[in-house]
Structures are given as C-alpha cells and as structure tokens.
C-alpha cells in the first residue's frame, strides 16, 4: 500500500540551528502539506503546497519556515533559525485532492535544546 | 468558539462494548468530514471520510455526520484492546483546502 514516508523520524538541534525535514509523498498525489503538532496538543496546518507552489499557509509558518519540492519525489520543510517553541512532532502528508482525506506519515520529532 | 471541538476524553470501555466518539464544529462551510487514528507518537491513520450529510460504514467502524446540528460520530461496534489509541476528528472546506483537527478523544479498550 503507498505511504508517506519522512526522515529522519527524530531529530535533536540547537536553538538558532537550520533544519531540513524531509517527506516523500504518494506517488500520484498532487497537494502536498506540512502539520505540526506540540506534545499534548491538536493537530496544527502549517502550509499546503500545489503546482510548485505553496497555495496556502497559516499563521504559524513565517519567514523562518520555507518548503520546496527539488525533485518529482521530495518535498522538504526547513526551519531557518530554530526556537525551543519549535519543538514538535512535523507531519507531511498529501491528497489526491478529491476529498478523501490525507495520508500522512510518521512524522519528525523536533527537539531544540 | 473554537472551530472544531472534540472532549479529550480519556474513555475507557471493556472488549466488545459500542464505542461512541463525537465532534462538534462551527465552521458551516465544512464539506468533508474524516476520522484519523492515532497511537502515540505516530502519524495519524485515515479511518473514515464522508462528504456532507449521512453515514458511511467500514465493517466495525460507522461514521455520522449531521451537518443541520454541526456535529459528526464515529461509532466502533465489538470494540477490541487494538482499538486503543486516540481518534482525532478533521474537516476540511473544499477537496484540497487544509483539514482542521480537533483535540483528539483517548480511547482505551480493556481486556
């Protein structure tokens, strides 16, 4: 069965640090999203990404945060300067935009020390 | 108001009981309505999606949804000790717009 698969599935970084989370979503997906979730807390949007573009994002993804997709398989969210808010298990996850729902990965977990 | 509200539970029920998990939401543009399961430290599984109003079954598990009272079921009949997890409820407007999540119900079966 087609999955999301993301890497790495744990990560430790210091504060004010660069990280790159890495996705590759189901083949023949077309929208392709990044969801955070902090510890004990509700799933969170961050930003959603169509056409080589991003189509929509929220609040919480600013300036520090950025996607890409450099390839036809990989999809990656990077964190430019990380703070210890940051901390957070990172979800990819993608749909074939028909309404069925999004499959997501494992997810990152994100420590920042 | 929060968008999408969900009691967090925790529910503990024996093997074999109906379980009833429920969601309310605010939102009247919500189109889709999906059930996700998840375990602990683990990405969310799609259960279940219905468009508008009505239900949808999936052997044990049966979906609601009543869009005139904004507010969605997720029913597991013959409940099992695998069952344990927690079930987030998610919308969505349109297709491809992001899912809005509630705060997920923590299930234990007990043996």
């Known amino acids: 069965e087609p999955e999301v698969t993301q890497t790495p599935s744990h990560q430790v970084t210091q504060m004010g640090q660069e990280v790159i989370l890495r996705c590759v979503p189901i083949?023949?997906?077309?929208?392709f999203y990044w969801y955070r979730q902090i510890l004990g807390q509700k799933v969170e949007f961050l930003v959603s990404?169509?056409?080589?573009?991003?189509?929509?994002k929220s609040e919480i993804f600013d300036d520090q945060f950025s996607v890409e997709r450099p390839d036809g398989s990989n999809f990656t969210l990077k964190i430019r300067s990380t703070k210890l808010e940051d901390s957070a298990m990172y979800f990819c996850?993608?749909?074939?935009?028909?309404?069925?729902?999004?499959?997501f990965g494992q997810g990152t977990r994100l420590t920042v020390v | 108001q929060k968008e999408v509200e969900q009691d967090p539970g925790p529910l503990s029920v024996p093997e074999g009981a109906i379980v009833s998990l429920n969601c309310t939401y605010s939102?009247?543009?919500?189109?889709?309505f999906m059930w996700y399961r998840q375990y602990s430290r683990k990405g969310p599984e799609l259960l279940m999606y219905?468009?508008?109003?009505g239900n949808k079954e999936d052997g044990r598990f049966t979906a609601q949804v009543d869009k005139s009272s904004k507010y969605i079921s997720l029913f597991i009949r013959d409940s099992q000790p695998s069952d344990s997890a927690t079930y987030l409820c998610?919308?969505?407007?349109?297709?491809?717009?992001?899912?809005?999540f509630g705060k997920g119900t923590r299930l234990s079966v007990i043996a």
């Open positions: 219905t468009y508008s109003s």
């Open positions: 990404f169509y056409n080589n573009e991003i189509s929509e």
């Open positions: 083949s023949n997906h077309l929208y």
């Open positions: 939102n009247s543009a919500f189109q889709y």
């Open positions: 996850a993608s749909s074939g935009g028909t309404g069925d729902g999004a499959f």
């Open positions: 998610a919308m969505r407007v349109s297709g491809n717009t992001p899912l809005v």
